[in-house]
């Protein structure tokens, strides 16, 4: 029960660091949304209500700090939510080269639905360096996912200690 109590604090410490981490990290050119993989991760390894409450605060606080387009992250990040989830009922996830396939296609429809609304709402055209840095992303997302998915089994392993002993 705690753990529904922890999740707003831990989420708004995660969007903080991959914002400000990656920000110095590669000046700007590059965001790397390690909440993306924690998206994917939730609809693969936790229940539906833990899951869809970790989507939804990850999209909505990532929405509160750095999106120009309202409820973007939320509705990207319940509806990857969503199909990781339907993912996971339909096939065995636990290899890291599906984890890393599955994270960097969740990536690239992130990037070129972003590219889609900019395009539509702003009449921006965005250049050939915009999808070199959707590539760039889904690339490095797909290769530190198995890494992230281990620590995010971790972690989740502490949280779930002290529902285990009150059973």
Do not use: W
Not at 37 to 65: E, H, M, Q, T, Y
């Amino acid at each position: 029960m705690i753990g529904y109590f922890l999740v707003p604090l831990s989420v708004c410490v995660l969007i903080g660091f991959q914002i400000t981490f990656f920000d110095i990290l590669f000046m700007g050119a590059l965001r790397v949304e390690l909440s993306l993989v924690l998206v994917i991760f939730a609809g693969f390894r936790l229940s539906i209500p833990k899951g869809a409450l970790l989507a939804f605060s990850l999209g909505f606080c990532l929405d509160a700090l750095v999106s120009t387009i309202p409820y973007f992250h939320l509705t990207v990040y319940m509806f990857m939510f969503t199909i990781s989830k339907m993912l996971s009922l339909r096939m065995y996830a636990e290899h890291n080269i599906v984890v890393m396939l599955i994270t960097a296609l969740a990536s690239l429809c992130e990037g070129f639905f972003m590219v889609l609304i900019f395009r539509y709402f702003y009449g921006s055209d965005m250049g050939f360096g915009i999808f070199c840095s959707i590539l760039l992303q889904a690339v490095i997302l797909g290769g530190v996912s198995p890494a992230l998915f281990y620590i995010f089994d971790k972690i989740e392993v502490l949280m779930s200690v002290g529902e285990s002993q009150k059973a």
